[in-house]
């Protein structure tokens, strides 16, 4: 059982949007912060948006500031990122990370996100 599957990536047009998911299962979701990075060529994986695990305490990059929303249902057990106004150095695989105190951190497989016209 995998415990983080990402889900909605793709090929986008410069100012298109895409929403990514992350399917939790097998650990305590509601108790995990959540958090999403992306990882494009020849760069360092980095910090794209976090949220708490009662849907608060949300933190952004600069650069996907006023574009991405993240988001949480735990009802779900399901993590969200809606992206907007997309640009091509959004490009990158966007991963969903899952993180509790003393306890291990959860990663998904990735999925592609792809801004090109």
């Known amino acids: 059982q995998v415990p983080l599957v990402e889900s909605g990536g793709g090929l986008v047009q410069p100012g298109g949007s895409l929403r990514l998911s992350c399917a939790a299962s097998g650990f305590p979701f509601s108790s995990y912060a959540m958090s999403w990075y992306r990882q494009a060529p020849g760069k360092e994986r980095e910090l794209v948006a976090s949220?708490?695990?009662?849907?608060?305490?949300?933190n952004y990059a600069d650069s996907v500031k006023g574009r991405f929303i993240i988001s949480r249902d735990n009802t779900k057990n399901t993590l969200y990122l809606q992206m907007n106004s997309l640009k091509p150095e959004d490009t990158a695989v966007y991963y969903c990370?899952?993180?509790?105190?003393?306890?291990?951190?959860?990663w998904g497989q990735g999925t592609q996100v792809t801004v090109s016209s």
């Open positions: 949220i708490a695990t009662y849907g608060g305490n949300i």
């Open positions: 990370k899952g993180t509790r105190w003393s306890s291990p951190e959860y």
